[in-house]
């Protein structure tokens, strides 16, 4: 967000100017409707949020959004979570529940096969949705929903790899959040206390803990300007966990990412591998999130920049604009350059082009290219980027060619390399630098 911008505006309001997202009563409070630009978004990451998975060596998965209640149960999220878990169905004698949680599901797809100490650690990824039955009073636009759609990944591992394994959902979280120019505060090492309600020994919890402290220097948190903080009593009663922790533009601070271990779902689901002595021994469980819930990145990606988001994930990345009749022809193929190279332009025609311009402008379209007579003489463009403060011609051979890279890379600015350029008057950036 620029936060030079003394009127920063919320993400539901930049929502509705965008396109993004909807409500209707009909549906209920905390359900948002995904329109069209903002299904691009989130496409868009969870694209991210796939390939991040994958370079990690994540095995992607699908699991059922209803469990048994006796699953829930079983987890200890009923007893513990009753409250903001949707009431169960009755379902041919079964009580059937919208899931509060994914790993209960994928904690049961590592038990469907016996597993050696040399096939871990088992990584497991999955973009599922879970419901939480928040009160109406409390739901706001995506920042507090109902449904949450979470890049969630669940590793099964011996150990000696806690470390390892979550000084690698760490570096991932730190570049996810890199990538989308969401800057991270400080990582919080959230410990567990006295309370009787933490789950496991004394000696289990000062193991993991300080597996974790490893995690965070083997990722140089100081080399990236980040601090660990430590906090005792913020852990989850069933392990320690490692916090990515931000700032909005109000000053509220939130968590973006996790890397949490897991005491309590291997022992209550007896999760095993055969061990190199033969015997049987207990797997550890960790839970990382790279990217994050779908609904809570859109809302702090909007407030970030704005709505002027980067070109990667603007849902219209070029509004063609010609000046008039006799440069339709031109505009239109342009137009199918662009789709033809992946790219997700918008060619408006009708109307006086002050007021196209001004459209696109509160679209916050990622950047407008006019064509008159002299652009189609000369084989250019005028390129408007607004974020940038960028304004001028193009040549039209290089423009499609560095728009697609600008994508291909999810690069912050697009106009960097342009030439000939000038600063658009009243403008100013409205994205990080």
């Not at 990451?45 to 149960?73: H, M, N, T, W």
């Amino acid at each position: 967000m620029n936060h030079s911008n003394p009127i920063a505006l919320d993400h539901r309001d930049l929502g509705q100017d965008m396109g993004i997202f909807a409500g209707d009563p009909l549906i209920g409070s905390g359900l948002p409707l995904w329109l069209p630009a903002g299904a691009i978004i989130r496409a868009e990451l969870e694209r991210l949020a796939r390939e991040i998975a994958r370079a990690d060596g994540c095995q992607g998965v699908y699991s059922p959004v209803l469990g048994k209640r006796a699953l829930f149960e079983r987890s200890g999220h009923w007893a513990k979570f009753s409250d903001d878990i949707f009431p169960p169905m009755p379902v041919g004698g079964d009580e059937l529940v919208l899931r509060p949680a994914n790993c209960p599901h994928h904690a049961l797809i590592y038990a469907a096969s016996r597993h050696s100490y040399r096939e871990l650690p088992i990584r497991l990824h999955e973009l599922a949705p879970m419901f939480r039955a928040e009160r109406s009073g409390v739901v706001a636009g995506l920042s507090r929903v109902r449904q949450i759609n979470l890049d969630d990944t669940h590793v099964f591992a011996r150990p000696d790899q806690i470390a390892g394994e979550a000084a690698r959902a760490l570096r991932s979280a730190l570049r996810a959040q890199e990538t989308l120019g969401l800057p991270v505060g400080y990582v919080r090492l959230s410990r567990g206390g006295d309370d009787p309600a933490y789950l496991g020994s004394a000696e289990q919890w000062e193991q993991a803990e300080q597996a974790l402290r490893e995690a965070a220097r083997a990722v140089g948190l100081a080399d990236r300007g980040l601090e660990l903080l430590e906090a005792e009593g913020e852990a989850a009663f069933y392990g320690p966990k490692l916090d990515l922790q931000v700032r909005d533009g109000r000053g509220h601070e939130e968590t973006i990412a996790t890397v949490q271990l897991d005491f309590n779902q291997p022992e209550r689901f007896d999760l095993s591998y055969d061990a190199a002595d033969g015997s049987r021994q207990r797997v550890v469980m960790i839970h990382r999130g790279t990217v994050g819930a779908m609904e809570r990145v859109v809302a702090s990606l909007l407030e970030r920049y704005q709505g002027r988001l980067p070109l990667w994930l603007a849902p219209v990345q070029l509004c063609v604009l010609p000046v008039g009749p006799q440069q339709d022809e031109a505009a239109r193929m342009l137009y199918d350059e662009l789709v033809a190279a992946g790219l997700r332009p918008r060619l408006e025609v009708d109307g006086s082009l002050g007021a196209r311009i001004r459209a696109s402008r509160g679209r916050r379209d990622c950047l407008i290219a006019v064509l008159g007579a002299t652009e189609v003489e000369s084989g250019s463009v005028q390129v408007i980027d607004v974020a940038a403060g960028f304004r001028g011609p193009v040549d039209r051979a290089d423009l499609v060619p560095q728009l697609r890279r600008a994508h291909e890379s999810r690069c912050q600015t697009v106009c960097r390399d342009l030439r000939g350029g000038s600063d658009v008057p009243g403008e100013r950036p409205s994205g990080p630098s």
